[in-house]
Structures are given as structure tokens and as C-alpha cells.
């Protein structure tokens, strides 16, 4: 009877410790590397894009661009809202003009980081 007990209970210990070594450890540094809001490669990536400027609000530091399609991003043409990474970038964009601007990825969307 000892014998059957103290093999059941090796059987037991052997697929437990089998189980815990099978699962994959994961460690804070892991769990940051899952984060998926930001991918940095999308924001190292500048763009270029001509647009008619159809709106500017100095309030919200954005304006909204009728752009020409971005062959980088493999968008159409489209009308859209971008934040500017200067304000005073804003001083440049009268509605109604066209302009060569520069924009990328950041985390609440696309930002100009130039305009020409």
C-alpha cells in the first residue's frame, strides 16, 4: 500500500512540475513589448502629400487638408483632419491654398511636421 501511494503521488508531482515548466514565463519587459497603441517603425516613417487647405483652427492646433493620394500609405485622395507638430505651422495654411506638407503617425493619429 506505501508503495502504490508514494508512486501515485510521483505520478502526480511528475505531470504537475511537467505543466508548470511547459508554461511560458513572462516578465514586465514582455508585457510592454505586447503594447499594441504604438508602433514605432509607423512613427520614424515621414510622409508626403499635396493638399488644399479647406479649414484651419488655431484653437485646436489642427487643420483639414483636401490631400491628393499618398502613394506611401496606399491611400486615395481624401479629405481630412491632421494635428500640426508646431503652431506656428498654422500661420503658413490660408484656406483655399495648395501645399506640399510632410506628415507621420503618432499615437492620436497623423501629425505635419512641415509644410513647404
Not at 77 to 84: D, E, I, L, N, Q
Amino acid at each position: 500500500m506505501k508503495k502504490l501511494l508514494v508512486s501515485s503521488l510521483t505520478l502526480i508531482l511528475s505531470f504537475s512540475t511537467t505543466s508548470i515548466l511547459a508554461e511560458p514565463k513572462m516578465n514586465h519587459a514582455d508585457m510592454k513589448n505586447m503594447d499594441p497603441k504604438v508602433d514605432t517603425l509607423d512613427q520614424q516613417i515621414s510622409h508626403s502629400a499635396i493638399g488644399t487647405v479647406t479649414k484651419v483652427d488655431a484653437s485646436s492646433k489642427k487643420v483639414t487638408l483636401a490631400h491628393e493620394p499618398v502613394e506611401s500609405l496606399s491611400w486615395p485622395a481624401m479629405t481630412m483632419g491632421f494635428s500640426v507638430k508646431d503652431e506656428a505651422l498654422l500661420t503658413k495654411l490660408k484656406v483655399g491654398e495648395t501645399v506640399d506638407f510632410e506628415f507621420m503617425k503618432v499615437e492620436q493619429g497623423y501629425v505635419i511636421t512641415e509644410v513647404k
